[in-house]
């Protein structure tokens, strides 16, 4: 099969794949210890797993009344305070429009002041969480965003769509707030798009009013629960089923459901049979103890190996087990294009992010090469995290980039 013959059939089958995903919650046992899970499958495969804190709700997205406790000048940043001991890094240069809870002539930062601050990363490996003065409060069609009066729209949207919803959204703009227009939001009326920032508006106007009335350190605003937040972006038809085996979450799931996605009420099930489990059944921990692993076999008997490090992620693609008649330029290519299926799969569900660098097996057709980075880049544009191919170096290398916001999966399961 020729290189341009691969490229089609590949996009054509990635038309048919939606429609059929399951979003799971559940707990699972890690080291003794009970820990809230979700994970969203697709086509019958985990797509995405994540696991909550052990100590409790995470802190991104919360906001908080944060102190400034030191200037580095040198790096243009500042370390604002959110809690005793907690430091947060913040950078000066993208957060222009700072909210103090005392109002000051100078916006400029100095030691001591109080200010709104939203977590918008957590803490990763050795840095501290990255704390910004620009406020996000997301719905499921719109993000309302202090500071800046922008109007953005999603990437993924056609241009005819966008063109429709930039219309309509333009005269939704404030004085003091921006709008991001997501992915979700193709084909909803200006009326549900209206009431949806309605409820936004109100959440950002209350938060201002409360946090400039609260102490330091307060907690004004708290994130919704992670499973909750990951529901609320996932396409209304990327998924129809919502189950969990947890009564205690099937209760918080119907609450927000009911208040902000009535649409998706009718998926949401309560999983109640003792045997087989909703583990068993969807082979919930298989799925976790196989992302956590170094290698992952192939189909056709090649493997990947994802090493992270501290700088970067690295992953080696070997031929492995492979025994197929194929002459060596095609047998390359063969697993090569199924490894780049794969490593697009395990960089959403390891949540790894950072700077990737992928060895592939080294192939000398240039047709061949235009063939991998085609099906490649099309596999990245599925991940909802923002995921860019930056290119092929002259050593054959793979540089890859995705945007971090939280832990990688072996962190969070293992901090």
């Not at 003794?32 to 994970?39: D, L, T």
């Not at 001591?112 to 003065?133: F, I, N, Y």
Request: charged share 25%.
């Amino acid at each position: 099969m020729e290189p341009t013959e691969i490229i089609a059939n590949h996009i054509a089958s990635q038309a048919g794949q939606q429609g059929d995903g399951v979003f799971l919650v559940s707990r699972l046992d890690f080291r003794g210890q009970k820990r809230a899970v979700y994970a969203f499958y697709e086509n019958g495969h985990a797509a995405e797993l994540s696991c909550l804190p052990a100590g409790g709700a995470s802190i991104l997205g919360n906001i908080y009344v944060g102190k400034v406790k030191n200037i580095a000048a040198n790096i243009n940043a500042a370390f604002i305070e959110i809690a005793d001991g907690q430091l947060c890094y913040y950078a000066l240069n993208d957060n222009e429009t700072p909210i103090f809870t005392v109002p000051k002539k100078k916006k400029a930062l100095v030691a001591g002041d109080e200010l709104l601050v939203q977590v918008s990363r957590e803490a990763v490996k050795t840095k501290a969480p990255t704390v910004s003065a620009n406020l996000n409060f997301a719905g499921k069609y719109l993000v309302l965003t202090s500071g800046k009066r922008h109007l953005g729209l999603s990437s993924k949207l056609s241009l005819e769509e966008k063109e429709r919803l930039r219309a309509i959204t333009e005269p939704f703009l404030g004085e003091d707030f921006g709008l991001i227009v997501r992915t979700n939001a193709a084909g909803v009326s200006e009326e549900e798009l209206k009431e949806e920032l309605t409820q936004l508006t109100g959440n950002y106007r209350r938060t201002l009013d409360t946090g400039r009335n609260q102490t330091c350190f307060s907690l004004v605003y708290r994130e919704p629960s992670a499973y909750t937040t990951r529901l609320r972006g996932l396409r209304a038809d990327s998924f129809e089923k919502i189950v969990t085996d947890c009564a205690d979450i099937h209760r918080e799931l119907n609450v927000y459901l009911t208040a902000h996605q009535p649409e998706d009420l009718p998926k949401l099930s309560f999983y109640e049979k003792a045997a087989p489990s909703l583990d068993s059944v969807y082979g919930l921990s298989k799925a976790f103890d196989e992302a956590l692993k170094e290698r992952v076999w192939l189909k056709s008997g090649g493997y990947l190996i994802i090493q992270p490090t501290e700088a970067l992620t690295v992953v080696d693609v070997n031929t492995g087990k492979y025994t197929g008649k194929q002459k060596r330029s095609d047998t390359f290519l063969k697993i090569n294009l199924e490894a780049a299926r794969e490593l697009a799969r395990q960089l959403r569900l390891r949540n790894l992010s950072g700077i990737i660098v992928a060895d592939f097996i080294d192939m000398e057709r240039e047709e061949d090469k235009r063939a991998l980075m085609a099906v490649l880049a099309s596999e990245l544009k599925q991940d909802p995290i923002k995921t860019t191919l930056v290119d092929m170096t002259p050593l054959g290398l793979v540089e890859i980039t995705r945007k971090k916001v939280q832990k990688t999966l072996a962190e969070q399961v293992n901090g």
